[in-house]
C-alpha cells in the first residue's frame, strides 16, 4: 500500500512538473503565448527549424534554462534540507544551517565589492560564492571536529555561530565598498535570483544533486536507523560517525554549489521534507524522491511567482518563498497527525 501511495504521489508530481515547465516558458516580463512556446519546444526536441527567431531566442536561450535551473536548484535544497534534518535531528534545520550560504555571501559580497575573481568574466559571481562556501564549510567542520565531533549540538552551534559571524564580515565589506549599487547588489543577490541561469551553467549544479541525490537514496537504511538516534543506529550496525563525517561533506558540496548558482534562497529546504513526509512517511528511499519533485516544482512555481508579480522588476526568490513557506510551515504544525520523524 506504501509503495503504490508513493508511485502514485511521484506520478502526479512529475505529470505537474511537465506542465508547469512549459507553462513557465511562457511567464515573464513579457507573455508569451503557449502555442508559441510549444510550437519552439517541439522545433528544438526534434531538430525541426523554428517558426519564430525572436520567441526562439526569448523561450529556449533564456526561459528553459532559467526554468531547469529552478527544478535543479528546488530539488537539491529539499533533498538537503531532508538529509540535515536527519543529520542534527531537529525539524526546524535547513540547508543553510551550516553557514555555508553565510560564507558563500562572504564570497558573493566580496566579488561584488572589490573586484574579485574579474578574470571568470560572468562566472566571477559564482566562483566567489562557490570558494566562500566551501572555505565556511571547513571551518565549520573542523572545528566541530575539533571539539569532540560532528555530533547534532555542536553542528547547530557551531553553524549558527560561525554563520553570523560570516554575515557580520559581509556587512562590513558592504559598509567599506565605494562601487555604486554595491548593497542593492549583494542585497538582491543574497535574497536568491535564477536570472543569470544559461545552458552553461547547468552541468555542475545537475550532477552535484543527481550523484548525491542517488547516493542519499542508496544510503536510506542508514538514515532511517540514524533518525532514530546515535545508540539506535550504532546498534544496528550503523557507523554513526563516519555517516555524520559523509553526510557533512555531502551536503556542504551540495549546498555549496546550489548557492554559487542562485543567492540565498530561503523555506524550501525547511518546509519541504516536512511536506514529503506528510505525503509519504518518514522513510527516506520514499521521502528525498518525492521531497526533490515537490521542491523542485514549488521553486519553479516561485520564480514564475517572482518574475510577474511586480512586471518588469523581478522579485527576488526567497521574499517569495517567505511569503508562501511561512503560512504553510504553520499549518504543517497545525495537523495533529504529523509528527517529524513519525511514517505520516
Known sequence: MRRSLTGLVLLALTALLLVATAFSASVGAEQLPIGAVLDVLGARLTGSPGTDLTFDTIV???????SLLALIVGAGLAIAGAAIQTLVRNPLADPYLLGVSSGAGVGATAVITSGLFAGAGVWALSA?????????????????????????????LTGTVLGSAFSAIASYLVFRSAQPGAAESVLFWLLGSLAGADWDRLGL???????????????????????????????LGVPVRGLRNSLFVALAVLVAVLVAVSGGIGFVGLVIPHIARLLVGARHRAMLPVAALTGALFLLCVDMAARVLVRPVEVPLSVVTGLIGAPVFLLLLGRRRYRFGSEG
Do not use: K, Y
Not at 529556449?60 to 532559467?66: D, F
Not at 552535484?208 to 546515535?230: Q, T
Open 205 to 235: 549544479p545537475l550532477a552535484v544533486v543527481l550523484l548525491l541525490g542517488l547516493l542519499l537514496v542508496a544510503g536510506s537504511g542508514w538514515l532511517d536507523a540514524l533518525a532514530m538516534g546515535p545508540d539506535t543506529a550504532a546498534a
Open 60 to 66: 529556449w536561450n533564456l526561459r528553459v534554462p532559467r
Open 128 to 156: 566567489g560564492a562557490l570558494v566562500g562556501a566551501l572555505g565556511a564549510a571547513a571551518l565549520v567542520f573542523a572545528i566541530a571536529a575539533a571539539q569532540g565531533g560532528l555530533t547534532p549540538l555542536r553542528l547547530v
